[in-house]
C-alpha cells in the first residue's frame, strides 16, 4: 500500500518526540513489508492544508496520521465516503478511538500492525453537519476543556494533571442545562450537568470507548448527578467503565438525535472530539454507518 504520513509536530505526544528518527523507523518497518510512505511533518497551524492535500492525493491508499485528538477527528471528516483509508497513530492523550479500533497503544507497536493490517468500514457521528469519531458533549465535559484550556503544561503527564484540575473546578461549581431530546417520537426534556452522545455505544470495564466501532448506534448518555456527592461517583464510575450501573447516568441509543438547549441566555460550549466549537441552540447528531476505511491490526494482532 502507498501510506502519507501526516505528523503534526504540535499535537499530542509528538510534541515530545524525535520525530526524525521516528519517521526514519516508520520508513524502516513500512518498507520491510513492501509498502511505501511519503511523510509529511507540519505544525499545528499547517494540519488542514496537509490533511486536505493528503485526502485528494491521488498517489496515497492510505492517509496515516499523528497528532491529538483534534488531529484524527479532521482527518476522518476528510476521508469519509472515500476510498482511501485512515490509519490512526496513538499519539494523543487517551487515544480513545485508536483503542476503539483496536491498534496497539506504542508508536512502533503501532506501525508494526498497520504494515500487517487490514482495512475495514467502521462509522462516524456528525453533530449539525461537522464529523466527530468519539463524541460531542455539552456541559460538566466541555467546561473541563475551557478550564484545561486555560492552564499550561508542555506533556502527555502534564495535561492530565491539568484535566485532573479542571475536573475538581468543574465538579466544585457544574454547570445547569435545561435540555430537550428528540429521540424517535419521544422528547425527553431534562435539567442536566452534562449530555455526551458517542459515535457507538461505550463499552464496559475500560476507558470509555466504544468496543464495536461498526455498531450503528450513538450512545446517549445523559448525567443525572447535581450535587457534589454524586458527581463525584458519577466520575468514579466514569473512570472505571461503569456505565450501566450507574446510577447517576441515564443511557439512550438511537440513529439520530435532536438536542435543543432550552435556556440559551447562558453562555454555553459544546465539545467534539475534545475541540472547543459554538453551541448552536439546535443541533442535530447522526450516525453515518460503516462512512469510513480505517487500516486495523488483523484480529489476531489487535490489543
Same mark, same amino acid.
Given at each position: 500500500?502507498?501510506?502519507?504520513?501526516?505528523?503534526?509536530?504540535?499535537?499530542?505526544?509528538?510534541?515530545?518526540?524525535?520525530?526524525? /528518527?521516528?519517521?526514519?523507523?516508520?520508513?524502516?518497518?513500512?518498507?520491510?513489508?513492501?509498502?511505501?510512505?511519503?511523510?509529511?511533518?507540519?505544525?499545528?497551524?499547517?494540519?488542514? @492544508?496537509?490533511?486536505?492535500? /493528503?485526502?485528494?492525493?491521488?498517489?496515497? @491508499?492510505?492517509?496515516?496520521?499523528?497528532?491529538?485528538?483534534?488531529?484524527?477527528? /479532521?482527518?476522518?471528516?476528510?476521508?469519509?465516503?472515500?476510498?482511501?483509508?485512515?490509519?490512526?497513530?496513538?499519539?494523543?492523550?487517551?487515544?480513545?478511538?485508536?483503542?476503539?479500533?483496536?491498534?496497539?497503544?506504542?508508536?512502533?507497536?503501532?506501525?508494526?500492525?498497520?504494515?500487517?493490517?487490514?482495512?475495514?468500514?467502521?462509522?462516524?457521528?456528525?453533530?449539525?453537519?461537522?464529523?466527530?469519531?468519539?463524541?460531542?458533549?455539552?456541559?460538566?465535559?466541555?467546561?473541563?476543556?475551557?478550564?484545561?484550556?486555560?492552564?499550561?503544561?508542555?506533556?502527555?503527564?502534564?495535561?492530565?494533571?491539568?484535566?485532573?484540575?479542571?475536573?475538581?473546578?468543574?465538579?466544585?461549581?457544574?454547570?445547569?442545562?435545561?435540555?430537550?431530546?428528540?429521540?424517535?417520537?419521544?422528547?425527553?426534556?431534562?435539567?442536566?450537568?452534562?449530555?455526551?452522545?458517542?459515535?457507538?455505544?461505550?463499552?464496559?470495564?475500560?476507558?470509555p470507548y466504544a468496543d464495536h466501532p461498526?455498531?450503528?448506534?450513538?450512545?446517549?448518555?445523559?448525567?443525572? /448527578?447535581?450535587?457534589?456527592?454524586?458527581?463525584?461517583?458519577?466520575?468514579?464510575?466514569?473512570?472505571?467503565?461503569?456505565?450501566?450501573?450507574?446510577?447517576?447516568?441515564?443511557?439512550?441509543?438511537?440513529?439520530?438525535?435532536?438536542?435543543?438547549?432550552?435556556?440559551?441566555?447562558?453562555?454555553?460550549?459544546?465539545?467534539?472530539?475534545?475541540?472547543?466549537?459554538?453551541?448552536?441552540?439546535?443541533?442535530?447528531?447522526?450516525?453515518?454507518?460503516?462512512?469510513?476505511?480505517?487500516?486495523?491490526?488483523?484480529?489476531?494482532?489487535?490489543?
Amino acid at each position: 500500500m502507498r501510506f502519507v504520513a501526516v505528523l503534526n509536530r504540535d499535537g499530542g505526544t509528538l510534541r515530545t518526540t524525535d520525530l526524525e /528518527a521516528f519517521s526514519t523507523r516508520m520508513r524502516e518497518i513500512l518498507d520491510q513489508a513492501g509498502h511505501s510512505v511519503e511523510i509529511r511533518l507540519v505544525a499545528g497551524d499547517e494540519i488542514v @492544508d496537509a490533511l486536505d492535500k /493528503a485526502a485528494a492525493s491521488r498517489s496515497a @491508499d492510505v492517509v496515516l496520521v499523528g497528532g491529538g485528538d483534534g488531529t484524527t477527528s /479532521a482527518a476522518a471528516g476528510r476521508l469519509m465516503n472515500g476510498k482511501k483509508a485512515l490509519a490512526v497513530l496513538p499519539a494523543g492523550t487517551m487515544n480513545l478511538f485508536a483503542r476503539s479500533l483496536g491498534i496497539p497503544q506504542t508508536l512502533e507497536g503501532a506501525l508494526a500492525a498497520f504494515a500487517e493490517g487490514e482495512i475495514k468500514a467502521v462509522d462516524v457521528a456528525s453533530a449539525n453537519g461537522r464529523p466527530f469519531v468519539h463524541q460531542f458533549s455539552i456541559g460538566m465535559h466541555a467546561k473541563m476543556i475551557h478550564l484545561r484550556s486555560k492552564m499550561e503544561f508542555g506533556s502527555r503527564l502534564g495535561k492530565m494533571r491539568a484535566s485532573l484540575a479542571a475536573a475538581w473546578r468543574t465538579v466544585r461549581n457544574p454547570p445547569a442545562m435545561d435540555v430537550a431530546l428528540t429521540i424517535g417520537e419521544a422528547e425527553v426534556l431534562t435539567r442536566t450537568s452534562g449530555i455526551g452522545i458517542t459515535n457507538n455505544l461505550l463499552g464496559e470495564g475500560h476507558l470509555p470507548y466504544a468496543d464495536h466501532p461498526d455498531g450503528g448506534v450513538l450512545g446517549i448518555y445523559v448525567t443525572l /448527578a447535581r450535587e457534589r456527592r454524586e458527581l463525584f461517583h458519577f466520575f468514579l464510575n466514569m473512570a472505571r467503565g461503569k456505565w450501566r450501573e450507574n446510577e447517576q447516568v441515564e443511557i439512550h441509543q438511537a440513529e439520530k438525535v435532536k438536542l435543543t438547549i432550552r435556556n440559551m441566555k447562558s453562555k454555553f460550549v459544546s465539545a467534539i472530539d475534545g475541540e472547543l466549537c459554538k453551541l448552536d441552540r439546535q443541533t442535530l447528531i447522526e450516525i453515518h454507518p460503516k462512512s469510513l476505511l480505517v487500516l486495523v491490526p488483523k484480529p489476531s494482532e489487535a490489543k
